[in-house]
């Protein structure tokens, strides 16, 4: 287990606390986190970046496959192109 160290001066990027992170590292990454809030982040070591896919509507899991039919109150709208100008 890596030896925990808090860092003087420091200041915490969420609840912006003094001398309240601590950080430590293994093979691939280091750590930090605030002891106050529980802020945590993590850091590789070769500087490689590490992308995160944001969560959006498209990437999370349908409930239901079906596609939505309209109801009676509903009307559905056609959006058809613009004809060339000549």
Do not use: H
Request: hydrophobic residues 35%; proline residues 7%; negative net charge.
């Amino acid at each position: 287990m890596a030896v925990k160290r808090f860092v003087a001066g420091a200041v915490c990027p969420r609840c912006a606390e003094m001398d309240k992170l601590r950080t430590w590292r293994d093979q691939v990454r280091e750590y930090r986190e605030c002891v106050q809030c529980g802020y945590q982040d993590a850091m590789r070591l070769d500087g490689a970046a590490e992308p995160q896919e944001l969560e959006t509507r498209v990437n999370q899991p349908v409930e239901n496959s079906e596609p939505k039919l309209a109801t009676e109150d509903e009307q559905v709208i056609q959006f058809v192109p613009n004809p060339a100008k000549k």
